[in-house]
């Protein structure tokens, strides 16, 4: 219950902040996954990708109640590293893992992304290495499913790593 209340003061005390924040100015977009994927494997930390649209409104809560916050906030890109694709926008060019051209918009279907928001982790190769998460049902649970994908993530590399998000945020320098 206790890190139920800290993720839901940590999303209403910063939604304010993030409300005017546009695609890729926090979360930045997955223009260059080959170049993301070589960060990635320096560090042995998994690529995390979340497939957004424009016109879905859980993507929006996901990022600026939940998201941004944590990257502001917290030192969560020590685990990951983090990534947007957004599956609606038209000519927008990414380079896909191998550093293939790439369409932002139909680079989803071949990851069989159907659903927005969707979350998924891989490896430096873009090979899914964690659980997916499909969508945002209540935001107070999203944090701890990220966790533990992320921590299978890093489980599978081989990184003794773990992440412990509701710690994070308790020991942010955010002042609620």
């Known amino acids: 219950m206790k890190s139920k209340i800290i993720s839901l003061s940590l999303s209403v005390a910063l939604l304010f902040t993030f409300l005017n924040v546009k695609a890729g100015e926090i979360l930045p977009l997955a223009v260059d996954l080959q170049k993301s994927a070589k960060t990635a494997q320096e560090h042995n930390i998994p690529v995390v990708i979340f497939y957004t649209a424009t016109w879905c409104n859980y993507c929006k809560k996901l990022e600026e109640n939940i998201i941004h916050p944590l990257l502001e906030t917290t030192d969560i890109e020590d685990y990951a590293e983090f990534r947007q694709v957004v599956m609606d926008k038209a000519h927008w060019e990414m380079k896909d893992f191998k550093g293939n051209d790439i369409e932002m918009k139909t680079f989803a279907p071949t990851q069989k992304v159907k659903v927005a928001p969707t979350t998924l982790v891989y490896n430096s190769n873009g090979e899914l290495i964690a659980e997916p998460i499909l969508g945002l049902t209540l935001?107070?649970?999203?944090?701890?499913?990220?966790?533990?994908?992320?921590?299978?993530?890093?489980?599978?590399?081989?990184?003794?790593?773990?992440?412990?998000?509701?710690?994070?945020?308790?020991?942010?320098?955010v002042v609620y």
């Open 139 to 173: 935001e107070e649970f999203y944090p701890g499913n990220l966790e533990k994908a992320i921590n299978q993530g890093l489980k599978a590399l081989g990184n003794e790593k773990r992440i412990d998000i509701y710690k994070m945020v308790k020991e942010s320098t």
